[in-house]
Structure formats: structure tokens, C-alpha cells
């Protein structure tokens, strides 16, 4: 009997593992068959000390939530890999759950699901981006990374407030990897893989310009057959509401409608003045932007720096669960001087993100004679108030179902003016419909999601374009830091750590995403500064 099965057997005896039995997969979610196989012994071993250690009894129940309407169809594939990969060690029987995302979108922030999905497109190209709103204080996740629940993470959140107003490029590249290396040891979540971005369009279409935000712009886009764009999606439309939305598919039609401060356009990776003419520190703590003048919403309100103050301060006051109040972390106040004049006071001086974060989620400005101060306002009555001074105003809207945008003739902005006469935007119910519509002429444009295999198949097809860049697009694995299995805070660390050393990231990105995901090794992805490879180091496969 060699070392590693002496440990297994040593501790199936002591009654703390279990080296048999797998429960049915209740979701009929079916991994492909060529990733079946045993699990290494290896990382078994050491997902096993470290429960042993921490006496937990094996297996442990596992319920994992995800969502595949809002994150693709193969997160199927890719959650019933995971549940194969837990389930071939003997430590873990796990139960897989699936809800639709406007449920999971609020059931996730009211300890609903003690593990699940969740997926990450980048607010701006910054490392911190993939840290301060995951983990500094009343971070977006809301599952219990907080000093109440682990009072040990207080030097971390102290780490993270640090490295943003750190003016030295190398002290804050060095702080960017401590703080991973640090997470890792408490692995909040796992990180999982790093998304590609992609449109695939009609091979008439041109103007596709996938940004640094790991958005698509509409403007630029042109069909030499036509002077209107039809976009299909599958991504879900939360709220056009910006106070009560933090996800990729509301971002993308508030990107189209509302005009930011400053935001990133087609060519730059970094944000150029929108309805800014500038902007910049005018006092260590004092981010100021003077409004270029003569600005109107489409209704004809005048917009001005109180309309801006009016927008930062809503999405603070509403702070919906759901909403990007968390990016705001660092304003303290919003003063309206003049009426092209707006100061930010900030909490900590020289933050090295403020400037990007205005073109974030938390940026668009909103018609303070039209949005209420204290509560979201419905999607229909901001249609019908036509409060928009972006590119494009809405014209007819039927929630996840289809919108039509034409272009805001007095758009005053640094973005691109549309070259189309309108853009009727499309959401699929799944990615099998989306494929079959850009492959018939339905639609000119397909942007988000479809399966793997759809794009693979797609490239071979003389009708249409794939288009793809490196993206920031991240998937990890959450715990709810209270409701995870485990009867303190230990032997929960011990279950995330367990699970951390048994999934096999490779697989995932061969078998299920073809190599258009590749392995996540840290919380910060490659491309980024301070990227690192700090969760496999800790907890390799080869252990």
C-alpha cells in the first residue's frame, strides 16, 4: 500500500472520510464523458487532510447553486464537471440547483445559497477591480467577507484600501500579489476561468470594436446591406435603472443611453471625457469635472453638474443589493459649485481608480427633474420620461424581449455618433436560437452567449464573422462565509480549501469551454498588473 492510500485508509478507519458513494446528479446535468475518470490520489489526499484536520465528517453535503440563462448554457456542462470532480474523491456528494437569474440575482444577496456561481466582467482595466468589490468593506457579493464574520481579514481590507492610493507603480504592483497570496489563504471564493470576449455578426457587418470594459459599442457598427442593425443577446436585462443594476446585460443598453462623465470609447484604454470636457485631482482628496456646456437630456432638460450630484448621491442613498453602490466606497460627498463644476470629495487621497470608476456602473447620469431620490424607478416610466442623453434614446421597450434604439441627434459626448438609422436590440431565450438567427440572416449581430461548440461551428461559416479578443471576463465559486457547510468558522475553511484542491481548471477549459475559457489561478486574471497564480500555488493538483 503506497503513502497515499495509508492516509485514506487511516482516516476512513478514524470515521472522518468516507472513501465511497456518490450521490445521483438530481439536475440531469451530464459532464463530458471525456473527463469520466478516478479522482488522483494526490489531490484527494490532500483535500482529505485538510478536513480531517479540522474534524469535519465526510462526505459533505454540498449545495450548489448557478445560473445558466444569465451565464450560458454550458455553465451546465460546466457545474456538472465540478460535481463529477468533488464527487470522484469520496469527500463530497453534491446536489446541483439551478434558478432563473432575476431570482438568483436577489436570492444570492439574502444568504439563500450557501455556494454558487457567479461570473465577472470588468467595471475598468484595473486590478483592483477584481479586489475592492469583492472584498473591502460592504463589497457587492454580500456573503459574509466581513471583519463581523472573520475578524482576521482586517489586514487585507487594509491592504486593498492601500494598494488604490498607492502612487508608486512597483510598491502597488508588489501590494496588488500580497493581497492574493493572503486571499488565497481564506479563499473567499475560487477562482475558476478567464473568458474570452466575442461577437459573431452577418460577414456584411463591420464596425465591431470589443472594449477594454469588456463591452460591445454600438455605434460604429454598419451592415453594407442595410442603414439598421438587428443585435441578438441572451443576456438579461435587469433594471435600466443604474442605481439598481450591477450586471453585464443592464451595463450594456445603459452604456447606449446614458452619458457618463467620462467613458471608454472605441479606441482607448483609458476613459476620455463624455459629457466632461475635464477632469482631474484638483486636491488630493478633490476629484473635480467641469460639464461641457449647452448639455440637454432628450426630453430637453438642461443637464448640468446638479444632475450629476443628484446621480452619485441616489445610488449611495438607494444602495440597492443589487445596485453598484459598493464602487463608490471611497466617496465621501458630492459638492455642485457652478453648473458645469462638480467635486468629489474622497475618503482616502489620490485614488489611482476613481477616474475609471466614473465610467463604471456606478457613472451614468441621471434627469434629476425625472428619477426619485429614494427608490428605483420602473423600466417603462424611464422609456416614457425619455431620459436619456447618450448616443441612442429608447424608443419601444418590452422587457428581455426586444428594445429598439435610434440616435440622439444633440448626443454631445466623446463617443462615437451611431451610423445606423436604428438598432433593434433581441433577447434569446437560450443560445441554440441565437445560433440558428445569425446563421439565417435574422439578426446581424450576435453578442453574447452562445455555447462553445455554437462558436467553433460558426467559424466555419462563409456567411457570418467571429470576432474575439482576450477578455477580462472571469467565472469563480462563492461561499456565504455563514451558511456554507461546516460548524465553524475552521472546518468551513477547511470545506473551501478541500474543494479548492480538487477542482481541476484544465478540464474545465478543454472539455467544456474548448479552450475559449482558460484557467483562473488568482483572484487578479492574466493580463492585468499584479496578476499572479496565487490559488494554484496554495492548492495545487499535483499536491
Known amino acids: 500500500m503506497n503513502k497515499t492510500a495509508t492516509v485514506l485508509a487511516a482516516l476512513a478507519l478514524t470515521g472522518v472520510i468516507a472513501l465511497s458513494g456518490c450521490a445521483k446528479d438530481t439536475t440531469g446535468t451530464t459532464p463530458p464523458s471525456s473527463s469520466a475518470g478516478p479522482a488522483s490520489s494526490a489531490p484527494v489526499s490532500a483535500a482529505a487532510k485538510y478536513l480531517a484536520d479540522a474534524g469535519v465528517k465526510t462526505p459533505v453535503t454540498l449545495n450548489i447553486q448557478y445560473n445558466g440563462d444569465h451565464y450560458g448554457k454550458s455553465s451546465d456542462q460546466e457545474y456538472g464537471l465540478i460535481k463529477q470532480q468533488l464527487e470522484a474523491s469520496g469527500l463530497f456528494t453534491v446536489n446541483l440547483q439551478s434558478t432563473e437569474w432575476v431570482t ?212 449611495l442613498k438607494i444602495n440597492d443589493p443589487n445596485g453598484p453602490a459598493s464602487l463608490l466606497g471611497n466617496l465621501d460627498s458630492v459638492d455642485a459649485p457652478d453648473p458645469l463644476t462638480v467635486n468629489f470629495n474622497l475618503k482616502a487621497e489620490n485614488d489611482q481608480t ?55 441627434k444633440d448626443y454631445n459626448g466623446g463617443l462615437d455618433k451611431p451610423v445606423q438609422s436604428k438598432i433593434t436590440y433581441k433577447t434569446f431565450a437560450d443560445a441554440n436560437n441565437l445560433r440558428l438567427s445569425i446563421s439565417s440572416g435574422e439578426i446581424d449581430v450576435a453578442y453574447r452567449s452562445l455555447t462553445p461548440t455554437d462558436i467553433e461551428t460558426l467559424k466555419t461559416d462563409s456567411n457570418v464573422k467571429v470576432w474575439q479578443e482576450k477578455g477580462g471576463e472571469i467565472r469563480y465559486m462563492v461561499f456565504n462565509m455563514k451558511t456554507m457547510p461546516g460548524d465553524d468558522n475552521a472546518q468551513k475553511l477547511a470545506i473551501r480549501q478541500a474543494i479548492a484542491t480538487l477542482i481541476d481548471r484544465q478540464a474545465l477549459s478543454d472539455n467544456v469551454y474548448k479552450g475559449q475559457y482558460v484557467p483562473l489561478c488568482s483572484y487578479v486574471p492574466d493580463g492585468y498588473v499584479g496578476a499572479s497564480k496565487a490559488v494554484c500555488d496554495a492548492y495545487p493538483l499535483s499536491k
Request: net charge negative; glycine share 4%.
Open 354 to 408: 476613481f477616474a475609471q470608476i466614473l465610467a463604471t456602473s456606478a457613472g451614468p447620469i441621471v434627469d434629476e427633474k425625472v428619477f426619485p431620490a429614494d427608490k428605483l424607478m420602473a423600466d417603462e416610466d424611464i422609456v416614457k420620461a425619455n431620459a436619456f442623453s447618450g448616443p441612442y434614446t429608447i424608443t419601444d421597450f418590452t422587457k428581455n424581449e426586444v428594445l429598439t434604439l435610434v440616435p440622439y
Open 104 to 315: 438568483y440575482n436577489k436570492e444570492r444577496v439574502a444568504d439563500a445559497y450557501p455556494i454558487y456561481q457567479l461570473g465577472w466582467f470588468p467595471d475598468f482595466p484595473d486590478a483592483d477591480n477584481y479586489l475592492s468589490p469583492f472584498f473591502a468593506p460592504n463589497n457587492f457579493v454580500n456573503n459574509h467577507f466581513d471583519t463581523d464574520t472573520l475578524p482576521e481579514i482586517a489586514p487585507i481590507q487594509a491592504q486593498i484600501a492601500a494598494e488604490v492610493t498607492e502612487t508608486d507603480p512597483a510598491k502597488r504592483k508588489q501590494g496588488i500579489e500580497d493581497i492574493q497570496t493572503a486571499l488565497a489563504k481564506i479563499l473567499p471564493n475560487i477562482p475558476l476561468l478567464q473568458g474570452s470576449q466575442w461577437a459573431v455578426t452577418r460577414a456584411n457587418v463591420s464596425g465591431v470594436h470589443l472594449l477594454v470594459s469588456d463591452e460591445l459599442m454600438f455605434t460604429p457598427l454598419k451592415s453594407d446591406a442595410k442603414d439598421d442593425i438587428i443585435l441578438g443577446t441572451t443576456d438579461k436585462i435587469y433594471t435600466i435603472d443604474p442605481a439598481g443594476s450591477y450586471d453585464h446585460g443592464s451595463l450594456v443598453v445603459e452604456t447606449q443611453v446614458y452619458q457618463f462623465l467620462v467613458n471608454f470609447n472605441t479606441t482607448d484604454k483609458t476613459p476620455t471625457p463624455d459629457a466632461a470636457d475635464k477632469c482631474g485631482f484638483s486636491a488630493p482628496k478633490v476629484f473635480t469635472c467641469t460639464l461641457k456646456s449647452g448639455l440637454k437630456f432628450a426630453n430637453g432638460h438642461d443637464l448640468t453638474s446638479s444632475d450629476v450630484k443628484w446621480s452619485f448621491d441616489r445610488v
